[in-house]
């Protein structure tokens, strides 16, 4: 059994505008045809092209035909150079329907199982009113579709019908349904929109970058022991108090976890790794270089904060008072908005290492998302 698909990309895109072709301009940095003829990976895929565009469209290396003034032509001219190929099913589908999930594909495919033809479609959800200015009319929306592709044929029928077909069809179902084909109709997909106006390139981008959304989230942990001193510094701000406490750094322990919840997002280790403590360059060092790094590291991989929270576990000092501060401490050195920085503190009940007051202890979760 062999099965082709047919991308027919030979239109003009006239209602896009834009210079070039619809299909050949760019939707997150690659040509939207580049996206659809991926979501046919693993089939013998032939692009049907407009002989202008024959530069553009030699790169992708695919096969090529050159496509007619019509749809129904181009896609005539495809299932013409597959005659005498023991082709048996052909999927055709628009170059302007990029986002086509690969689960409507397969949809249509276990359809032509049991059926000439199968066809994606959608039904009406928003009712259907007759008029111009003023609505004169409601339509009956039961029993009504919004046609999508891929429309799925056996190959010597589709063949037979656009043959037969005198022009004019809006897609390959109505050749199909003149020369009286079955078609089935199988459940198509909201994201399989067609780029049709200049509006669809912003939509199908959101979408596009909605699927490939990249989500990571990382924590950290940290303690620092008291010692000698007159202050501490907690999340960027010097809070004074009857002890300082000890570390490599400026023991900043709430910056120290946050930076390894980003660090642990990005599974790039932890500040040890990037500073390493038998390196005496980083002696007393300020921890807003350690937090800087990191957070440069999050952009360079492409992701941006979506939202950090910091807890704080110690008895003394109080950290509600400061915990504005903190918060605009951190976010300063993120670079972000304050509003997605929290800082919160509680005691461990006079419990624990934190409770005898020998050390504060911080923990922090960091979520990541794609820019
Ligand atoms: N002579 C044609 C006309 C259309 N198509 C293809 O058929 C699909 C659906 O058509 P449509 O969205 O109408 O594209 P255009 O004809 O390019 O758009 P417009 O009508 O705005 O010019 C597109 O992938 C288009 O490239 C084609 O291969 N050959
Ligand atoms: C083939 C099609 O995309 C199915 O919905 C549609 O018929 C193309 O229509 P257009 O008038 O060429 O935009």
């Known amino acids: 059994m062999t099965t082709v698909a047919i991308i027919v990309a030979a239109g003009r895109g006239t209602r896009a505008g834009g210079g070039l072709p619809k299909q050949w301009r760019p939707l997150n940095g690659r040509p939207v045809v580049a996206h659809t003829l991926e979501a046919f990976r693993g089939l ?45 099913r052909v999927l055709i589908h628009d170059a302007a329907r990029p986002l086509v999930p690969r689960a409507v594909i397969d949809r249509v495919v276990a359809a032509l199982d049991g059926a000439v033809g199968a066809a994606p479609a959608l039904t009406v959800t928003d009712a259907l009113w007759r008029g111009a200015a003023h609505v004169t009319g409601t339509e009956d929306r039961t029993a009504l579709w919004r046609a999508q592709t891929p429309q799925g044929f056996r190959f010597d029928a589709i063949l037979a019908a656009h043959l037969a077909h005198p022009g ?9 349904r003149a020369a009286g084909l079955d078609v089935v109709i199988v459940e198509g997909d909201d994201s399989n929109m067609k780029v049709t106006w200049p509006a669809d390139f912003a939509r199908a981008e959101a979408m596009l970058k909605g699927r490939n959304m990249d ?19 907690l999340c960027g701000v010097k809070v004074p108090h009857g002890r300082g406490l000890q570390g490599h750094s400026d023991a900043d322990v709430g910056m120290h976890a946050l930076t ?25 060092a300020e921890s807003h270089i350690f937090l800087r790094h990191a957070a440069e590291r999050m952009r360079a991989r492409g992701f941006r904060l979506s939202n950090c929270d910091v807890t704080l576990i110690c008895e003394r000092p109080k950290i509600g008072p400061h915990a504005e501060a903190m918060r605009a401490a951190l976010a300063d050195i993120l670079g972000v908005d304050p509003g997605i920085v929290s800082v919160k503190a509680t ?7 934190t409770g005898r007051e020998e050390g504060i202890a911080a923990v922090a979760t960091a979520l990541l998302v794609s820019a």
């Open 168 to 176: 004019g069809a809006a897609d390959d179902v109505e050749v199909a």
């Open 44 to 88: 013998r895929r032939i692009l049907v092209i407009h002989p202008d565009d024959r530069p553009l469209a030699e790169p992708l290396g695919v096969e090529l035909v050159e496509g007619a003034g019509s749809r129904a032509g181009s896609v005539l001219a495809a299932l013409r150079a597959l005659e005498g190929q023991d082709v048996t």
């Open 260 to 284: 390894d919840a980003i660090y642990g997002a990005l599974a790039e280790g932890d500040i040890g790794q990037h500073f390493p403590p038998s390196d005496m360059k980083w002696k007393g």
């Open 215 to 233: 989500i990571r989230m990382g924590n950290g942990y940290d303690v620092h022991r008291f010692g000698a001193g007159d202050h501490v510094w």
């Open 347 to 353: 005691t461990s009940e006079r419990l624990g290492f």
